[in-house]
């Protein structure tokens, strides 16, 4: 049976001017308004600019397919600066160009092999924590995804596991972050200056670049004292690579951004989506019993291989939808180059182009039935269809996600561990409330109740 999960509902009108700054404050999906849902093409008129959202599915490719004609916003730029400083998330042009050949190699299936079985030892120590709560009670679930996917990229990336301490102070910093800088970029888009917001998220961003960097130095100084040369972990692909353009590598400075922005990119993605898998779930105890089916069939009790991800459709397709209803990354923003009509709309050099996941995933003539949760639709023509052109959980073209691999082995682990393991319970009375800051989450947390099988 699939059902409809929460989310805000939207506005009937439009809102005014003042009324958008007020709904946005604390999320930006609570601006939305009913036709943003089904609309090809809106436009937000702000003093000095106006934003334009784009929802036509062939227009999202032409713009997400060429990075030259349609770079990133510096409004991306200037909320995200202060975590991940000049990282291959924000830069454009060459700059972005000679990041992006120098990280991907560091993603390349050959690696991703090696880190499976880091990827399942942290898995290990998540169960172990789960069983101390697996007796029915009422659990909040976000830390521990956000502490078993902060953990993985530790290991991961820079070969350390991450003490529950450190786990908690990176957790607390990152929502602080999260608040002030989704704060600091409405100011900006309103024109105001955005003193506070901007000074908290740099406090906030600023903890966590220090645990960071300090590994980061340490491993250069192994690097160059000739030691540490048998790890085999990302940030080790990442120093030894060569820009076969220039020449030359990542110097420390520009490691630390990558780092971070790995870091930030590649855990609070996948906590998130992995949040709300669980909440999903919890929902429909029949899905749980088809999981289980598919995972005793192809693993039984012995330790998951990285073969399997690919023999679990049905976990694959409770995280894919899972990603459609909740797309961590709510939005993206691009500008164009140059003026020009997008549609009917004249859209002048330099305007924010919005691309929504969120929107184009609940699209109502672009898929059937989008605010239900129905993992099933993947295997059907109209699911094969909607998916083809209007699915973009991790972008599309020569921007798209680096780690989407990389977060789908993680995510099917994950689920496919807990729900061998455990039953996952409805919480009666929790209803999460959607919101939409640097990625979605619940306001409200996720609470589902656990029990050891
Ligand atoms: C469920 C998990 C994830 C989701 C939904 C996700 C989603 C996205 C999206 C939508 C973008 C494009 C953003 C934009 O165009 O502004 C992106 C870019 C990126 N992601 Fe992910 N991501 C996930 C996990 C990861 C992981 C695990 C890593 C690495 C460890 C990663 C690394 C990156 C990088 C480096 C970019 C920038 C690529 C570029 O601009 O060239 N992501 N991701």
């Known amino acids: 049976m699939n059902f409809q999960p929460p989310y805000p509902r939207p506005h009937v009108r439009k809102s005014s001017f003042l009324l958008r700054f007020l709904r ?7 601006v939305l308004f009913e036709r943003s849902y089904s609309m090809k093409m809106g436009k937000i008129s702000q003093p000095g600019m106006d934003i334009f959202m784009v929802n036509d599915a062939d227009w999202v490719r032409r713009i997400l397919g060429d990075a030259h004609a349609y770079p990133k916003h510096k409004l991306m730029h200037r909320m995200l600066e202060p975590l991940l400083g000049t990282s291959i998330f924000t830069t454009n042009g060459d700059l972005w160009e000679r990041q992006r050949r120098l990280v991907e190699p560091a993603f390349a299936q050959a690696r991703l092999r090696l880190v499976f079985a880091l990827m399942a030892d942290s898995v290990a120590g998540m169960t172990q924590r789960l069983d101390e709560v697996a007796d029915g009670r009422s659990y909040e679930v976000d830390g521990e995804m956000t502490y078993v996917t902060a953990d993985i990229i530790f290991r991961t990336i820079l070969s350390e596991t991450l003490e529950e301490s450190a786990a908690k102070e990176i957790y607390d910093a990152f929502l602080e972050f999260q608040h002030h800088a989704q704060r600091a970029m409405i100011l900006m888009i309103y024109r105001l200056p955005p003193v506070y917001s901007a000074w908290a998220s740099k406090r906030a961003a600023k903890k966590i670049r220090s645990i960071l960097s300090g590994i980061i130095a340490r491993r250069m100084a192994e690097r160059d004292s000739g030691q540490g040369s048998a790890r085999q972990d990302i940030l080790a692909a990442m120093m030894d690579a060569v820009d076969p353009v220039s020449g030359d590598r990542f110097t420390y400075e520009e490691l630390v951004d990558q ?31 088809q999981m289980l089916a598919e995972i005793q069939a192809a693993v039984g009790e012995r330790d998951f ?23 961590p990354v709510g939005f993206f923003v691009r500008e164009a180059a140059q003026t020009q009509c997008i549609r009917d709309k004249s859209v002048k050099e330099g305007s924010p182009i919005l691309i929504s996941p969120w929107l184009l995933h609940r699209h109502r003539t672009l898929w059937e039935r989008p605010d239900e949760f129905d993992p099933d639709r993947f295997d059907t023509p109209a699911g094969k269809e909607s998916s083809k052109c209007a699915y973009i959980p991790f972008s599309k073209g020569p921007r798209v996600c680096i780690g989407a691999a990389y977060a789908t082995q993680e995510a099917v682990l994950i689920l496919a561990s807990i729900v061998r393991r455990y039953r996952v319970e409805a919480d009666p009375g929790h209803v999460p409330k959607v919101v939409g800051r640097v990625t979605i989450r619940s306001g409200n947390g996720v609470r589902v109740r656990l029990q050891r099988r």
Request: net charge negative.
């Open 305 to 327: 291989e990285l073969s399997d991800i690919k023999s679990l459709p049905t976990v694959g397709n409770v995280f894919r939808e899972t990603l459609r209803l909740y797309p």
């Open 259 to 289: 780092v971070c922005m790995l870091f930030l990119a590649g855990h609070e993605t996948s906590a998130s989506a992995l949040t709300w898998a669980l909440y999903l779930i919890s929902q429909c105890p029949h899905l749980q019993d």
């Open 24 to 30: 946005g404050w604390n999320s930006w999906i609570d």
